[in-house]
C-alpha cells in the first residue's frame, strides 16, 4: 500500500466511527433499530468490557477485537474508532487551518501520570464504583456530549424546521418536546470539553496519553505491537517535518526514535516524510531503547488487571446496600431509586453503567433521565427512571437492546412485562377520590398490569394496589393529578423481582343476532 | 378562515377573552355551518358488519358525507390513539373505520383531512402500532402530533361549571369540520369512555380534569366543542380492564357503529351497548342536564340497521 494511503483509510474510518456514533446519540426519532446501535457501539472499548465480564461474555468482545488490533498494528483505536480522539483530531485540525497553531511540540516520554489515571479509573470499579471511570472515560463523556449538548441543539433545529414547515401546512417534521433537563448533565460534558479541547489545541493527544483510562491500558499493549512506526535512520535526513505534525508529541528527531507506546497511529508523520524515513514496519522484539526499560511498576499493575474484574465481581455478589434517599419532607418516601428493565437492580447496574446516555437518548418515552444524587454522588449521572417526566412504555424494550455496557441486560417484550423495577405504594390520604369524593382513576387507567384497580368506595370507586402484579413501570405516578405529593407513585426495586402474571378476567360473550339496547 | 389566519388573528386578539366573540357561529366547535336538508335521523345504529362496510350503510343512511363536509373544507377526524396496543384489543379506534371515514371526506371534497390524538402511551408508537397513521395516511389523510404543546391555544370554556378554560390542539380550532370517532370502551376512572370522553385527547392538560371533578369537566367541555359528527366505534369492544386493557379477554367483538350528531345522544346508546344506563356515567347524565344533547333515546328518530 501507497504511504499516504494509510492516512486516507485512517480519516475515512475515523470519520465514519465519529459520525455513525454521533448519529447513535443524536437519534432523538429513535430511528435507528437497536441491532444497528449494538453494531456501531460494539468496539467502543469500556462498555465492552464491562459487558464481557458482567452479562453478556462471549457476545461482547468487541474490546478483544481492538486488544488484537493493538497488538497487531498499534493503538488504532485511539485513532479510528474512539470518537473524543476524532473529536481532538478535529480541535487541531480547524486551529490549524485558522493559522493558531501549526504544530505541537513534542512532549516528555517518561511520564507515567497515565499510569496513576488508570488506577484512579479502575481501582474504585474493584470496589463497584463507576465514579471515575464514568468521568474519565472517552466514550462515557463523548456519549454525555452529543446526548447533553448536540443532540438539544439538533432538537432545536428540528423544532425550527418544523414550524416553519407548519407555515405551509405541512406536518412532516414534529417539534419534540425535551421532557427534563439535568444541570448536571450539561456541565460536566462542558467542562469535559474545555478540558479536552484545551489540550488538544495545546498539545495535541495529551489527553489520550494521560488521562484516557483506555489509552492507559493500549499502552500497555502498544508496547508490544507486531507492527510499528519506526524511523529509518538511513534515509532520515533530521528535516522534523515527521515531529512537527506528530500528534501525540512521540518522535524524537535527535534520537531518531519514535516511542510507540505513545503513538496513536496516525501516520501523519509518515505522509509528511519527504525522503521515506518513516517506516511501518515488523518489529518483533524490538521496542525502541528507552522502553525496553523494566519498569516494575507497570509490570505488576498489568498482572493486577484481571484481578480488578474478579475482585469487583465479588463485590457485586455481596450485595452492597445503596444509601437510600431518606427526605422526611417527601411524603412519598421513595426509598430507592428506580433503575431502567434489564438492569437486574441497583448495584449491577450503578457497578456497570458508564453513563454513556446511549440509552437517554433512545429511550422514546424520554423516562430514562440523568441522576443527579439517586444512586448517591458516585453515580452521578448515571440514567434513573424519571415518573415526572414520564413512564416506561409497556410494550418497549429499546434500552435494554441497545446498551453497550450491560448494564442493562437485553430482555425479550414477554420477560420485560414481568420484570419488577419497582412496587406501587397508594397514599389514599392524597387521592382525589378520597379528598374530593370525585371521579379520577388517572392511575388505573394507565396501568398495564392492573396491579391498580378500582373497587366501589362511597358514590365512586378508589384505586387499590396489589404491589405483587406491579412492574414498576411509573405509569402511575407519572398520571397522578395531585401535586405537590402524589397519591400513588412507584418505590425503586434494590434488586429487581419477577412479577406475578395476572389472570384475565373471563371473556364476555355477545350474541351478534340480538336486538340493540334501545 | 384558514388555521394560520386564526393563529395570527387569535394572537392578536388576546386568546383567551376573545374566543367567543372572534369567532361566534363560524367556530367549528360551535357546531358545523353547512346548510342543507337536516339528516332524516337523529341517531343510526347498525351492527353485523366489518367497520368500513357498517360506516358505508350508516353514512348513506345519513345522507352522505356531503351533509357535514363540503368542497374545499378543512376536516379533523380526531379517534381514540391512546395506547400503543394492537388494533385487536379493541383500545383504540379501529384503523378501517378511520381509514374510510376519510376516504368519505375526500370524496365530499374536502381540501384537507387531519387526525391526531393526546395520546396517553409515547406518540409515535401509539400511532404506528394502532394501525391508525398507515391507514390514515393510505386514505391520504396528514398526520399531525399531539405532544406538542407549541400547538394547543388557550380557550374560555364559557359555560363550564369546574373547567372554565383550557389549552386546546389548534387544528380543532382552525379546521371547518371536526368529526369525533371515539372507541366504546368501559374506563377505570369515568366508567365509560364514548364521544364525550374522546375529547380529552385534544386538550393539554388532562391532569386538570382529573383534579377538579373529572365528570363534570368531560361534560363542561362538550358544551364548547361540538362535532358536526360523532361515530362511535363499537366493532370490538372492551368490557374490562378499560381503558388501555390486559389482554384479548377483555374485549368482545360487538360489530356495531353508533352515529349521531348530538354527542349526549351517541355516548346515551352506547352506554347502552356497553351494559350501563346512561345516567349511570356522570358526564353524560351532567351533559344532559346542561342541554348539551339528549340522553332520553325515546324520543329520538333512530335508524336500526342489521347487516
Known amino acids: 500500500m501507497h504511504l499516504p494511503t494509510f492516512k486516507k483509510l485512517r480519516v475515512v474510518l475515523s470519520l465514519f466511527f465519529f459520525l455513525a456514533t454521533s448519529l447513535v446519540l443524536v437519534d432523538f426519532l429513535s430511528l435507528l433499530p437497536p441491532v444497528i446501535v449494538r453494531s456501531i457501539l460494539f468496539l467502543q472499548f469500556t462498555p465492552s468490557i464491562l459487558n464481557f465480564f458482567t452479562v453478556a461474555g462471549g457476545a461482547a468482545i468487541g474490546f478483544m477485537v481492538v486488544l488484537v488490533l493493538t497488538f497487531l498494528f498499534g493503538r488504532i483505536y485511539c485513532s479510528t474508532i474512539c470518537p473524543i480522539g476524532t473529536l481532538q483530531d478535529m480541535v487541531a485540525f480547524i486551529s490549524k487551518k485558522l493559522r493558531l497553531r501549526r504544530y505541537h511540540e513534542p512532549l516528555e516520554p517518561h511520564s507515567n501520570i497515565h499510569l496513576a489515571f488508570l488506577v484512579v479509573a479502575a481501582l474504585p470499579v474493584a470496589i463497584g464504583s463507576m465514579f471515575a471511570v464514568n468521568l474519565l472515560d472517552p466514550f462515557s463523556n463523548f456519549g454525555r456530549l452529543s446526548g447533553s449538548l448536540i443532540r438539544p441543539l439538533i432538537i432545536v433545529a428540528n423544532n425550527v424546521l418544523a414550524s416553519f414547515l407548519e407555515l405551509f401546512n405541512r406536518f412532516d417534521l414534529f417539534p419534540v418536546e425535551v421532557k427534563s433537563v439535568a444541570l448536571a448533565s450539561v456541565i460536566l460534558p462542558l467542562l469535559f470539553l474545555a478540558l479536552v479541547g484545551w489540550m488538544s489545541f495545546q498539545h495535541g493527544r495529551l489527553y489520550c496519553n494521560s488521562i484516557c483510562p483506555v489509552g492507559a491500558l493500549l499502552r500497555l499493549v502498544s508496547r508490544y505491537s507486531i507492527f510499528k512506526i519506526a524511523i529509518d535512520a538511513d534515509h532520515c535526513k533530521s528535516c522534523q517535518l515527521c515531529q512537527r505534525v506528530c500528534k501525540a508529541g512521540c518522535i524524537d528527531r535527535k534520537s531518531k526514535t519514535v516511542e510507540f507506546e505513545r503513538c496513536v497511529v496516525c501516520f501523519n508523520c509518515l505522509t509528511a516524510c519527504p525522503s521515506g524515513g518513516l517506516k511501518f514496519v515488523l518489529s518483533l522484539g524490538s521496542p525502541n531503547p528507552h522502553q525496553q526499560v523494566v519498569d516494575g511498576a507497570r509490570r505488576s499493575f498489568l498482572l493486577g488487571t484481571p484481578l480488578l474484574f474478579i475482585g469487583r465481581k465479588i463485590a457485586a455478589d455481596t450485595a452492597k446496600v445503596v444509601k437510600p434517599q431518606k427526605d422526611s419532607t417527601i411524603p412519598e418516601r421513595k426509598l430507592h431509586p428506580v433503575t431502567p428493565p434489564g438492569s437486574l437492580g441497583i448495584n449491577h447496574f450503578t457497578q456497570t453503567c458508564t453513563a454513556c446516555h446511549v440509552c437517554i437518548s433512545s429511550c422514546p418515552s424520554q423516562v430514562l433521565q440523568p441522576s443527579f444524587l439517586q444512586y448517591g454522588l458516585a453515580g452521578l449521572l448515571q440514567p434513573v427512571m424519571d415518573f415526572g417526566a414520564s413512564y416506561c412504555n409497556f410494550e418497549c424494550t429499546v434500552c435494554t437492546e441497545i446498551c453497550p455496557s450491560g448494564a442493562m441486560r437485553k430482555m425479550t417484550v414477554e420477560e420485560k412485562k414481568l420484570n419488577q423495577a419497582g412496587r406501587v405504594v397508594f397514599i389514599k390520604q392524597n387521592c382525589v377520590v378520597y379528598t374530593e369524593n370525585t371521579d379520577c382513576g388517572a392511575c388505573t387507567e394507565h396501568c398495564p398490569t392492573k396491579a391498580v384497580t378500582m373497587v366501589p368506595y362511597k358514590n365512586s370507586r378508589l384505586p387499590e394496589v396489589k404491589p405483587e402484579y406491579c412492574i414498576g413501570c411509573g405509569a402511575c405516578e407519572h398520571a397522578c393529578p395531585t401535586r405537590p405529593y402524589r397519591a400513588i407513585y412507584v418505590d425503586g426495586n434494590p434488586v429487581h423481582l419477577i412479577a406475578k402474571k395476572k389472570e384475565p378476567e373471563k371473556k364476555q360473550e355477545v350474541n351478534l343476532k340480538d336486538d340493540f339496547p334501545f | ?307
Open chain 2, 1 to 307: 378562515m384558514d388555521r394560520r389566519q386564526f393563529i395570527n388573528k387569535g394572537i392578536g386578539a388576546g386568546i383567551i377573552t376573545g374566543t367567543s366573540l372572534l369567532w361566534g357561529k363560524n367556530n367549528p366547535l360551535f357546531g358545523h355551518t353547512v346548510s342543507g336538508p337536516a339528516p332524516a335521523y337523529d341517531l343510526i345504529a347498525i351492527k353485523g358488519g366489518e367497520p368500513d362496510v357498517m360506516f358505508d350503510v350508516a353514512i348513506e343512511s345519513f345522507g352522505g358525507m356531503n351533509q357535514f363536509v363540503s368542497k374545499g373544507q378543512t376536516v379533523v377526524v380526531k379517534p381514540n390513539i391512546g395506547w400503543d396496543v394492537i388494533p385487536e384489543r379493541g383500545a383504540n379506534t379501529n384503523p378501517k373505520l378511520v381509514g374510510r371515514i376519510i376516504e368519505h371526506c375526500f370524496n365530499a371534497g374536502a381540501k384537507e383531512v387531519f387526525v391526531f390524538d393526546h395520546t396517553c402511551d409515547n406518540w409515535t408508537r401509539s400511532y404506528k402500532n394502532s394501525g391508525i397513521e398507515k391507514a390514515a395516511k393510505d386514505a391520504g389523510a396528514k398526520i399531525v402530533s399531539g405532544e406538542t404543546e407549541g400547538y394547543y391555544q388557550e380557550v374560555a370554556i364559557s359555560n363550564g361549571k369546574s373547567l372554565r378554560q383550557a389549552k386546546v390542539h389548534e387544528l380543532m380550532l382552525s379546521s371547518n369540520v371536526i368529526i369525533n370517532v371515539p372507541v366504546l370502551k368501559v374506563h377505570d376512572g369515568a366508567r365509560a369512555t364514548i364521544a364525550m370522553k374522546n375529547f380529552m385527547g385534544v386538550v393539554w392538560d388532562r391532569r386538570y380534569w382529573h383534579r377538579n371533578d373529572l365528570q363534570q369537566c368531560i361534560a363542561d367541555f362538550a358544551t364548547y366543542c361540538k362535532p358536526s359528527l360523532n361515530i362511535v366505534d363499537a366493532y370490538t369492544v372492551m368490557k374490562n380492564n378499560g381503558p388501555r386493557g390486559t389482554s384479548m379477554e377483555d374485549v368482545v367483538v360487538m360489530k356495531s357503529l353508533i352515529m349521531s350528531r348530538d354527542i349526549v345522544a351517541a355516548d346515551a346508546a352506547s352506554a347502552k351497548l356497553l351494559g350501563f344506563e346512561p345516567d349511570e356515567i356522570g358526564h353524560i347524565k351532567i351533559a344532559d342536564e346542561m342541554h348539551v344533547g339528549k340522553m332520553n333515546l325515546t324520543g329520538l328518530s333512530i335508524n336500526r340497521i342489521k347487516i
